[in-house]
């Protein structure tokens, strides 16, 4: 299968389980600002995984992986309906830190600039 389906297809899954998110009611998950980072499939599409980060930090996004991993049946069974797959993959979540890594980095150049003008 060339890579740029596998791309494509990852890319679909993204913007879909973006707003999939929206929808899940578990309180784990609604309560945080929550952000697909990337989704990364496996060449015959049987599995994704979904890089989940939060603005609250990387605990908030551990939570947010144990809410998720309950209602991935609800979320892969929505991913069939909006995409035409002939196998929806399994969905596999993992909390990530570029969120709050990029904060920290955005910081530390705003104190630096703040430095430099002093």
């Given at each position: 299968?060339?890579?740029y389906r596998m791309d494509r297809v990852s890319e679909d899954?993204?913007?879909e389980l973006t707003a999939i998110l929206r929808t899940v009611k578990?309180?784990?998950?609604?309560?945080?600002l929550l952000s697909i980072v990337?989704?990364?499939v496996?060449?015959?599409l049987s599995y994704a995984t979904v890089?989940?980060?939060s603005m609250n930090g990387i605990?908030?996004?551990k939570e947010a992986v144990k809410g998720l991993k309950s209602a991935a049946?609800?979320?892969r069974r929505e991913l069939g309906y909006a995409l035409s797959l002939r196998h929806t993959p399994e969905l596999r979540f993992v909390a990530d830190d570029s969120i709050e890594y990029s904060a920290g980095i955005a910081a530390t150049i705003n104190r630096i600039k703040k430095e430099e003008n002093a």
């Open positions: 299968m060339p890579n899954i993204m913007r578990d309180p784990r998950v609604s309560g945080t990337r989704v990364d496996t060449r015959d890089y989940i980060s605990e908030a996004a049946g609800y979320m």
